[in-house]
C-alpha cells in the first residue's frame, strides 16, 4: 500500500526556521517526483515544487523560488521543505503528495495527511 | 503564474448533475490535455477524481466525468449525492514547465 506520512504539527516563531519531512512507502521512491502543495487558512491549493528522489531534480513554483527549498534523502525515502527565515504569512497546512505520470505534466495520486506549520510572535 | 479560474460555489439537489468549470488560457489548459482534478473534504487531504482531462482513476466512482475544450476543462458529477459536497480543484500542466491550480469550487448538495 503507497503511504505519505508527514511529519507532525509545528508552531514556530517569526524568523525561526523549520524543516517538515513526508516518508513513502510501498513503492519504489525513488521512480516517481514528490510534489509539495501549500493551502493556506480557508484557501485554495498552491504548487510549490516538485523533486525527483532518485536524483534530486528539483522544480520550484516561480512563486516558492527563493522562499523554500525542497529535497529528498533517498536513502530513507523522505522528502523534506524548509524554511530558512518563517513569516506569519507562512502560516498554512502543507500537503506533500507523489506525482504519477509524466514527469512535471503527472497528477498527484498519492497524498500525505498534511503538515500544520503556525508561525506566530 | 496566475491560478485557474473557476466558480466559487456551485449547488444542486441530491440526484442532479452538477457542472464545475475550470477556465485557463492557451498555456495551461488549451495548451496540453494535462487537466487533473481534486475533491478535498473539510479536514482532509485532497483525493485525486480525474486525471489526463477525462480519465478516472480506480475506485473513484463513474459519476464523476470530465472534459475540456479550448481553454476550459469541465467536471460533471451526475446523480449527484450528500457524500459528494466537497471543494474541487483543477490542475493543469503549463508551458512554464509547472503546475497551476484553480482556486477551487464549494459544491453544497441541497
Known amino acids: 500500500e503507497v503511504q505519505l506520512v508527514q511529519s507532525g504539527a509545528e508552531v514556530k516563531k517569526p524568523g525561526e526556521s523549520l524543516k517538515i519531512s513526508c516518508k513513502g512507502s510501498?513503492?519504489?521512491?525513488?521512480?516517481?517526483?514528490i510534489g509539495w502543495v501549500r493551502q493556506m487558512p480557508g484557501k485554495g491549493l498552491e504548487w510549490m515544487g516538485i523533486?525527483?528522489?532518485?536524483?534530486?531534480?528539483?522544480r520550484y513554483s516561480p512563486s516558492f523560488q527563493g522562499q523554500v527549498t525542497i529535497s529528498a534523502d533517498k536513502s530513507i525515502s523522505t522528502a523534506y521543505l524548509q524554511w530558512s527565515s518563517l513569516k506569519a504569512s507562512d502560516t498554512a497546512m502543507y500537503y506533500c503528495?507523489?506525482?504519477?505520470?509524466?514527469?512535471?505534466?503527472?497528477?498527484?495520486?498519492?497524498w500525505g495527511q498534511g503538515t500544520l506549520v503556525t508561525v506566530s510572535s | 503564474q496566475s491560478a485557474l479560474t473557476q466558480p466559487a460555489s456551485v449547488s444542486g439537489s441530491p440526484g442532479q448533475s452538477i457542472t464545475i468549470s475550470c477556465t485557463g488560457t492557451?498555456?495551461?489548459?488549451?495548451?496540453?490535455?494535462?487537466v487533473s482534478w481534486y475533491q478535498q473534504h473539510p479536514g482532509k487531504a485532497p483525493k485525486l477524481m480525474i486525471y489526463?482531462?477525462?480519465n478516472r482513476p480506480s475506485g473513484v466512482s463513474n459519476r464523476f466525468s470530465a472534459s475540456k475544450s479550448g481553454n476550459t476543462a469541465s467536471l460533471t458529477i451526475s446523480g449527484v449525492q450528500a457524500e459528494d459536497e466537497a471543494d474541487y480543484y483543477c490542475?493543469?500542466?503549463?508551458?512554464?514547465?509547472?503546475?497551476?491550480f484553480g482556486g477551487g469550487t464549494k459544491l453544497t448538495v441541497l
Open positions: 503528495a507523489r506525482l504519477e505520470g509524466i514527469a512535471v505534466a503527472g497528477h498527484f495520486d498519492y
Open positions: 510501498g513503492y519504489s521512491f525513488t521512480s516517481y517526483w
Open positions: 523533486i525527483y528522489p532518485g536524483d534530486s531534480d528539483t
Open positions: 492557451s498555456s495551461d489548459i488549451g495548451a496540453y490535455n494535462y
Open positions: 489526463d482531462v477525462s
Open positions: 490542475s493543469s500542466y503549463t508551458t512554464s514547465s509547472t503546475l497551476v
